[in-house]
Nanobody, 121 residues
């Protein structure tokens, strides 16, 4: 099991930026693909980005969001630029015990508690 703790959410105006962090503990971080998902009120949880052997982004965030990871710090980041009101959601960090990146939330066994991101228009 991997324990995940997100931070960095908040309220920002449209066009602004936020950086989310996810600190992991419990297992060898470098052996895990790390992903970010989000869930808006009344909607299903959706894939945002993930990084393992490769890096994948949802089309809706491509060019605006950047995922990175620091294996020495057991931390994955999500830099979010040019934020839009439709990016408003609870953002979740997730880990799967493989470096193969998948978009399905069902592929991830470990989840953080989530951090709220609110983008005002």
């Amino acid at each position: 099991q991997v324990q995940l703790v997100e931070s960095g959410g908040g309220l920002v105006q449209a066009g602004g930026s936020l950086r989310l962090s996810c600190a992991a503990s419990g297992r060898t971080f470098s052996n895990y693909a790390m992903g970010w998902f989000r869930q808006a009120p009344g909607k299903e949880r959706e894939f945002v980005s993930a990084r393992g052997w490769n890096t994948v982004y949802a089309d809706s965030v491509k060019g605006r969001f950047t995922i990175s990871r620091d294996n020495a710090k057991n931390t994955v980041y999500l830099q979010m630029n040019s934020l839009k009101p439709e990016d408003t959601a609870v953002y979740y960090c997730a880990a799967r015990a493989s470096n193969v990146v998948l978009r399905s939330a069902n592929a991830y066994d470990n989840w953080g508690q989530g951090t709220q991101v609110t983008v005002s228009s």
